[in-house]
């Protein structure tokens, strides 16, 4: 027998390595197989990312429907808060929210409303005879007035009353400048009170405000002394008719007189356009009309009549009866007076106007809420932290228990030479495949509650200023927050599951 060794030859060939596409078959496959597992971590992403869409869809809306109420509301009262403003002296808190409101136009993402803020300062400028700077500089203070004061009159009552007492608007901040240390203090151990950006704003403004207060001062008598030249010019207008008011003049006198009121509103800085006048004769002319009907409908006799027609057994005020006028009863009593037509333009006023009073009171607490992350209140960011940390721990859940039911297949994959990275990702894979199922359907799901609700509680106005965009952003930042919430929630069950020994995994019952 000979010493020699005997060799065989062994052929070691590249490990097959699988693809994407042929691990995402894989994945879908093993879906399918746990599909009530899979149905169980689907669910918890869909509730998640459900109430996710829904608070940020119905925050979007809200915003959206807020913005064109407010400006559907300031259309209607043009005419008189141009008067107001062209012929009526400004007290400086006045001064202060039309100064903020320019500056809270100029600094949004609208482009209209910024070049509408960067008109109005203009405006100030010329009838004030500032520079355009120092105005806007002026306004960005206001609004930095107007933001802190609101904030202070919306806190807490307890944290009010130990931060500033019993005061609000600017003589909080004088308080607070009196007292800043305490202030401090006081506002270092209420952890939970949020200032509007951050405190070292807040300071800032603190050590500008004297003289703020000084430059607003001036800028409002320089203001008010235009008004009084204003006033000169309209009752030389009116050609000696002054005990008629300026509101009854302007849609009653000749075009040329009012051209020429104009003209001279102008030269004093003001701006004011052929297109505003007109706007301001036909509200004017509108409201007057109404004015004069609710005086009618006031009057003991016509009431008395009104009772009877309509067997009221206590009298309504001329306010409720608005909403009978079109009634053929309440047309009768009325005709000589007021003709059909002008009785329907009235009613449909009516309806206007109330339908805006109502959304506004719906809306007052978004117009007023100060800007968070998300457009989400603190309120609302704490109860979505709760939500995704109670869902993560669901994940995990599920995902461990489908992990336990697969070690000899985790196994046998590592004994045909898985790495544990390749299984690793297969898991983790697995769970954002189930996010982005469970993003999709809880996009739709949380989308379709806000939008019945928003219906509501807003109606046509709800589609009237429907944010698609910002819609469009939302959906995607859910479905991306439902992902990514999935697999966040499947790293520790993947990472244990990728980092057994094959015979351990195979002793396991």
């Not at 203070?141 to 130990?162: C, F, I």
């Not at 010019?233 to 302007?250: F, M, P, V």
């Not at 603190?378 to 940390?389: E, K, M, P, V």
């Amino acid at each position: 027998m000979s010493n020699s060794s005997v060799y065989r030859e062994i052929d070691v060939q590249k490990q097959h390595t699988m693809s994407l596409r042929e691990t995402w078959t894989l994945c879908v496959r093993g879906v399918k197989h746990r599909l009530f597992r899979s149905m169980l971590t689907l669910a918890v992403v869909v509730l998640a990312v459900a109430f996710f869409m829904f608070l940020l869809s119905e925050s979007i809306f809200q915003r959206s429907v807020a913005g064109g109420v407010m400006d559907e509301d300031a259309h209607a009262r043009f005419a008189q808060t141009t008067l107001t403003r062209l012929l009526s002296h400004a007290q400086e808190n006045t001064t202060v929210r039309r100064l903020a409101d320019a500056a809270r136009k100029v600094n949004g993402k609208d482009a209209h409303k910024r070049a509408a803020g960067q008109a109005e300062i203009e405006e100030a400028a010329h009838v004030t005879g500032l520079p355009v700077e120092e105005v806007s500089r002026l306004a960005q203070l206001a609004l930095q007035e107007a933001t802190y004061t609101t904030w202070l009159d919306g806190l807490p009552t307890g944290h009010r009353l130990n931060l500033i007492g019993k005061r609000s608007g600017r003589a909080a901040l004088n308080y607070i400048l009196e007292t800043s240390d305490s202030f401090h203090e006081q506002l270092k151990i209420k952890i939970e009170i949020r200032v509007p950006g951050k405190i070292e704003s807040l300071d800032a403004f603190l050590a500008a405000y004297p003289a703020y207060k000084t430059e607003l001062t001036d800028f409002n008598r320089r203001w008010n002394a235009a008004v009084s030249r204003a006033n000169e010019a309209t009752d030389l207008a009116k050609g000696g008719q002054t005990e008629i008011s300026d509101a009854r003049w302007i849609p009653a006198a000749a075009p040329d007189a009012v051209d020429a009121w104009r003209r001279s509103m102008t030269e004093l800085g003001f701006t004011l356009s052929e297109a505003d006048v007109k706007l301001m004769r036909e509200q004017l002319a509108e409201s007057n009309t109404y004015s004069d009907l609710i005086e009618h409908l006031n009057r003991n006799s016509f009431r008395t009549e009104w009772a009877r027609q309509f067997n009221e057994t206590k009298r309504s005020s001329a306010e409720e009866k608005m909403a009978f006028i079109t009634d053929r009863r309440a047309v009768r009593l009325l005709e000589g007076s007021f003709s059909s037509d002008t009785l329907q333009q009235m009613s449909d006023r009516y309806e206007r106007v109330s339908r805006l009073s109502l959304l506004n009171q719906r809306l007052a607490m978004v117009t007023r809420a100060i800007p968070s992350f998300l457009g989400l209140t603190g309120r609302q960011l704490f109860l979505l932290f709760i939500s995704f940390l109670v869902c993560m721990v669901g994940i995990t859940n599920a995902m461990l228990m489908s992990i336990t039911e697969r070690y000899r297949e985790i196994a046998t994959m590592k004994c045909l030479g898985a790495t544990d990275a390749y299984i690793l990702s297969q898991f983790m894979m697995e769970a954002a495949m189930q996010g982005a199922a469970g993003g999709v359907i809880g996009v739709v799901v949380g989308f379709l509650i806000s939008v019945v609700r928003c219906s509501i509680l807003y109606g046509a106005h709800l589609w009237t200023y429907f944010p698609g965009v910002d819609i469009i952003f939302s959906a995607l930042f859910s479905l991306a927050a439902g992902i990514l919430l999935a697999a966040l929630a499947s790293i520790q069950p993947s990472w244990s599951a990728s980092r057994m020994a094959p015979m351990e995994a195979m002793r396991v019952e």
